[in-house]
């Protein structure tokens, strides 16, 4: 499957920005979504995970109540809802895909797109 993110952008702090993930290849429908970031430094974190059916998803706890992950397999297309944007949010997100149930760790998945810079300023 390819995966190609987009919607980032330059927000100020307390802002909203929808990231979207559009798929192509395989059954979109048969994989587990998630969205991952990193920042400058940093490693590459998890941020949030989708179940193939969209009935379950998981958060990272730094962004519980403030974004939400949904998908539509009709479009072949996960977002990512970010709400109360801050600076520590700034950072390339990435989507990703993998074959089976929810995680959360970068390397149970096995396919990524090319990253969406968001940037918040304060």
């Known amino acids: 499957v390819q995966l190609q993110a987009s919607g980032g952008g330059l927000v100020q702090a307390g802002g909203s920005l929808r990231l979207s993930c559009i798929a192509s290849g395989r059954t979109f429908s048969y994989y587990t979504l998630g969205w991952f970031r990193q920042a400058p430094g940093k490693e590459r974190e998890f941020v949030a995970a989708i179940r193939q059916s969209g009935g379950s998803s998981i958060y990272a706890d730094s962004v519980k109540g403030r974004f939400t992950i949904s998908r539509d397999n009709a479009k072949n297309t996960v977002y990512l809802q970010m709400n109360s944007l801050n600076p520590e949010d700034t950072a390339v997100y990435y989507c990703?895909?993998?074959?089976?149930?929810?995680?959360?760790?970068?390397?149970?998945?096995?396919?990524w797109g090319q990253g969406t810079l968001v940037t918040v300023s304060s």
């Open positions: 990703a895909a993998r074959d089976s149930g929810l995680r959360a760790t970068r390397l149970d998945y096995n396919y």
